[in-house]
């Protein structure tokens, strides 16, 4: 019999239980033992829940008006997101993996792949070693799932939660266990397959992760692609997947989002798209990129009763990254598209037509932004050092009507020193 864990190289993937609520709980001991909830931009949804809120039968997205009674009635503690704290916990949890393993490759905010090399029998002892420091370091426990390939790393760590294996970490260390494990899980937990593909696999008789990984693999490439034809090849064990990084150049950079309430003046949507302008511009800069074409959308009321997107569009030649002449921009767009009177739900800019700045091509008349880019690069470095939001232009304070709800928010325990706790002593 084949001994997995004798191979070379083997990928660990570590993800925090429950990222959010752990998130929450790391800094407030109070409710570390009651039932927790997230919801969305604006208090809509419930978008993270812990386990006790699972077993009440809360599903994931249930919109919050549905579950207000029921939380008040079964004392759950809810909270707004909280991008910022929950970005630095991100980046805590992230550091603590780069103790253990030189190979860190991130891939969501509160999940990363390992690959080790010439642990042997001795990498379930070091993975549980990892997942301790983790507890000990961020406050947030963690699951570890280790096999030969991504796919089948993902599986082991589903059954690391589920259930509940000591120290957190099981590893898939022989083809018979490999085998007992995809019998248990359904075809449409197999990562990258989802409901809707797994419907379709049940016409071909395909049910479990097993029936999948010893499907005929040409007829599966012949009616699926190539796409599931690596997941099949992942779950038997030969490694095929590779993950885009995260840092790597984007051809759109979008920022948007809802209203806190609906607003009917131009001052008070213009601040909105001011502030997604130099987010994105921020983002743009990250990436050392210029554009050369923005697009603003807003999503207004119709007299009808439904919602219309309305856009309009700056071109840039040569293309640029100067924050002043985007929100110039995206001021004339929203001009062209914006009716008084109407009602407005939410904004968005798009920057495309992207290019690197030291390729782009120069002016034909050698017309220059040197001295805005100089501007625009000192905004992104004071906003780096001191948080978002640190020094934008006047148009983004116009007004903060725009400013979605979060009226259950806790306090940026990390990033923010007026928020810090205050101890006192009689």
Request: hydrophobic content about 40%; charged content about 25%; some cysteine.
């Amino acid at each position: 019999m084949k001994r997995w864990d004798l191979q070379p190289t083997q990928i660990a993937l570590v993800d925090v239980n429950n990222f959010y609520v752990s998130s929450e709980r790391a800094f407030d001991p109070a409710i570390r033992r009651k039932p927790v909830a997230v919801y969305s931009n604006n208090d809509g949804c419930v978008i993270a829940r812990c386990a006790e809120v699972k077993a009440m039968g809360v599903k994931m997205g249930v919109p919050v008006f549905e579950v207000r009674q029921l939380f008040k009635a079964r004392g759950v503690v809810t909270r707004s997101s909280n991008y910022e704290l929950y970005h630095d916990m991100s980046t805590r949890f992230t550091a603590s993996l780069e103790q253990f393993c030189p190979e860190v490759e991130q891939y969501s905010i509160d999940e990363s792949f390992l690959h080790f090399h010439g642990f042997g029998e001795q990498l379930s002892e070091h993975c549980q070693r990892l997942i301790a420091a983790v507890r000990q370091w961020t406050s947030m426990p963690c699951c570890a799932g280790i096999a030969p390939t991504r796919t089948l790393a993902k599986a082991a760590n589903h059954f690391a939660k589920t259930l509940g294996v000591p120290g957190g970490v099981l590893q898939i260390g022989s083809e018979y266990h490999r085998q007992q494990l995809l019998q248990q899980m359904p075809a449409g937990e197999v990562w990258g397959v989802g409901r809707r593909l797994a419907k379709r696999l049940a016409m071909l008789d395909i049910h479990t992760a097993w029936d999948l990984a010893t499907a005929h693999v040409p007829t599966i490439r012949k009616a699926f692609g190539v796409t599931l034809e690596r997941t099949v090849r992942e779950l038997q064990g030969v490694s095929c997947i590779e993950l885009a990084p995260l840092d790597q150049a984007k051809h759109e950079i979008v920022s948007g989002r809802m209203f806190g309430r609906l607003l009917t003046q131009f001052e008070d949507v213009m601040a909105a798209v001011a502030n997604h302008v130099q987010l994105a511009a921020e983002k743009l800069a990250a990436q050392d990129g210029v554009t050369g074409r923005l697009t603003t959308t807003v999503q207004a009321r119709e007299s009808g009763g439904g919602w219309r997107h309305l856009s309009a569009h700056a071109e840039f030649r040569p293309a640029t990254k100067d924050t002043q002449a985007l929100t110039a921009a995206a001021r004339r767009a929203l001009n062209e598209v914006f009716v008084a009177g109407r009602e407005y739900r939410r904004a968005s800019v798009c920057f495309s037509a992207l290019e690197r700045a030291q390729e782009q091509q120069d002016d034909l008349f050698g017309i220059t932004n040197d001295g805005k880019d100089r501007l625009t690069d000192c905004l992104a470095d004071i906003n780096r050092r001191f948080g978002r939001g640190g020094a934008v232009l006047a148009s983004a304070r116009l007004s903060d009507e725009w400013q979605m709800k979060r009226e259950h928010l806790s306090p940026a325990y990390t990033t923010d020193f007026r928020q810090l706790p205050v101890a006192r002593t009689e």
